[in-house]
């Protein structure tokens, strides 16, 4: 199993990046897919979720309005539009897996993680 990100980078406050991650090893459409991020010095938090079947969605409140999670199952991807980025969205930010388990919140409910892409806002 493999979850590998990119696109993350260094960019200005209002700017955007468009954040990907690749699946392999598992059956990537039955799974919720998640983005979390996580900065220096605090917890990890969920920013949005999109659901195996029908594409639902839900979001942080930090950053609805702002960023959009896809996903494409026919490319075993999913993705993260940032928009509007703000220097608090400064983090190392992870895809997730979860195949059905609990509320698909907590980081412990997901058995599938990547290894993080750093994306850095700031002038």
């Known amino acids: 199993v493999q979850l590998v990100e990119s696109g993350g980078g260094l960019v200005q406050p209002g700017g955007s990046l468009r954040l990907s991650c690749a699946a392999s090893g598992f059956t990537f459409s039955a799974y919720a897919m998640s983005w979390y991020r996580q900065a220096p010095g605090k917890e990890r938090e969920l920013v949005a979720t999109?659901?195996?079947?029908?594409?639902?969605?839900d979001y942080s409140d930090s950053v609805k309005g702002r960023f959009t999670i896809s996903r494409d199952n026919a490319e075993n991807t999913v993705y993260l539009l940032m928009n509007s980025l703000k220097p608090e969205d400064t983090a190392v930010y992870y895809c997730a897996a979860n195949e059905g388990v609990g509320s698909l919140s907590a980081p412990i409910e997901y058995g599938y993680w990547g290894q993080g892409t750093q994306v850095t806002v700031s002038s």
């Open positions: 999109i659901r195996s079947a029908g594409g639902i969605s």
